[in-house]
């Protein structure tokens, strides 16, 4: 079974424990850690969770990576596996990470089953947290906090992260952080595409965004080229 089909098995399941709960938000590759890593799925509501596909055709060979990041921002974390990765991710990932198994039963097509419910993250990192917030998020939540954030308006957003991280309790932390993500505007998931048979992840995104990476730009010339 392939990346894609474990997908849409899982976000199917998603919408039917939360799509209709307004206080939830489902979010498909989200980015974390400045977008060095994206989570398949996260789950924004009175916890933040997150879900990491491993189907069949997948390797495991980024998990132990992935899944430090993972473990310095989600409250929980659950495994969706190819029933042949189970022995390994189990060796690879902390108990408290939740194991779903997907198996086929024939005819019904594929189904999800838990082998191990998801525990409590004991430890998440104030900083990986907080950049999951837009700059402008960030600067309000420090203003709030502080009651001004004149001296950071021109701080750049790591600056802005460290502070937030240092001058909130985490657990009221984590709470501005997922209100920001659930009221979030602009932010779109652009569908799965398969363009030429080559299928490109859905990402959360802010609509209309550019980055200071990719920019159009005249070449300009001394002279008329030849």
Known sequence: MRDIDVRRLLRRS????????RSTKIVEELGLCKGSVRVDVAVVNGSL???????????????????AVYNSVFDTMTAVLAPRHVSKVKTIVPKWWGIDVVTQTGSSG??????????????????ALV???????????????????????????RVIWKSLASAVELS?????????????????????????????QPFAKLSGFLSPRVRTR??????HPN
């Open 14 to 21: 998603l919408d039917e424990q939360w799509g209709k709960d």
């Open 49 to 67: 969770k997150g879900y990491e596909i491993k189907s069949e055709l997948d390797t495991l060979a980024r998990l132990a990576g992935q899944s």
């Open 110 to 127: 594929p189904v999800l089953s838990n082998l191990r419910p998801e525990g409590v993250n004991p430890k998440v990192d104030p900083l």
């Open 131 to 157: 950049q999951l917030l837009w700059r402008d998020e960030a600067l309000s939540l420090l203003e709030n906090a502080l009651g001004s954030a004149e001296l950071f308006a021109r701080e750049p957003r």
């Open 172 to 200: 009221e932390l984590k709470e501005m952080v997922r209100t920001c993500l659930k009221t979030r505007a602009h932010w779109r998931v652009d569908p799965l595409q398969k363009p030429n048979d080559v299928r490109f």
């Open 218 to 223: 005249s070449r300009r010339y001394s002279r």
